[in-house]
């Protein structure tokens, strides 16, 4: 069994042509590895395109053990 969590990782600029900036990789990296020294493992991502604003979003999802 397990428990799950969720969080939305805004991105420094809208990603255009499925590409995207090292900061935002980064970013990305950072939290990833923030949550697995407190035990929680990558799920899932999934990029969440805002199509009329300049920033877009990944949301995040975690788990671990219950």
């Known amino acids: 069994m397990f428990i799950y969590k969720s969080e939305i990782l805004k991105t420094t600029s809208k990603w255009f042509s499925h590409s995207a900036n090292e900061e935002d990789v980064s970013n990305l990296d950072k939290l990833i590895n923030k949550r ?6 990558l799920v899932t ?10 920033r877009s979003a990944i949301l995040v999802t975690f788990r671990k053990p219950k």
């Open 36 to 41: 697995a020294t407190e035990g929680w493992e």
């Open 45 to 54: 991502y999934s990029y969440i395109e805002n199509v009329w604003g300049m």
